[in-house]
């Protein structure tokens, strides 16, 4: 029986957070450099959307060098995509969201002694 698909956030197209989820594979490891990924049918029915959705989810993921198009075999995980993607979403993380936590933080006045252990 299939996984039940996602929640799809509504602004922004489907193809875009699934092409998120498998970046998010490719940086936890699921998915590792050089090994091949879901073909678009097999993406297709994980994620309950059209084959073209799927498909444009590998234009993307090869657009952005994170993937390698095999002739009649399926796309696999480039070499160094993970270094790449860890520098990528690491400036993401520092430009986009960290503000936007600290912003929270103050909002709500936590002093760094009240936050949970970890995170200072």
């Keep these: 029986m299939p996984a039940k698909a996602p929640i799809w956030n509504e602004d922004q197209p489907i193809y875009r ?3 998120d989820i498998i970046v998010g594979r490719i940086l936890d490891s699921t998915y590792l450099e050089g090994e091949l990924l879901p073909s678009v049918r097999q993406v ?7 084959p073209l959705t799927a498909a444009k989810v590998f234009q993307e993921l090869d657009k952005d060098d ?6 009649g075999i399926g796309s696999e995980v480039s070499p160094g995509a ?3 993607l860890l520098t990528s979403e690491r400036q993401k993380f520092v430009e986009v969201e960290w503000p936007e936590i600290l912003r929270r933080i103050e909002q709500l006045d936590f002093k760094l002694s009240e936050l949970p252990d970890g995170l200072t």
């Design 17 to 19: 957070q699934i092409t």
């Design 44 to 50: 297709a029915v994980e994620f309950d959307v059209s």
């Design 66 to 71: 994170l993937t390698i198009k095999r002739r």
């Design 82 to 84: 993970r270094k790449s």
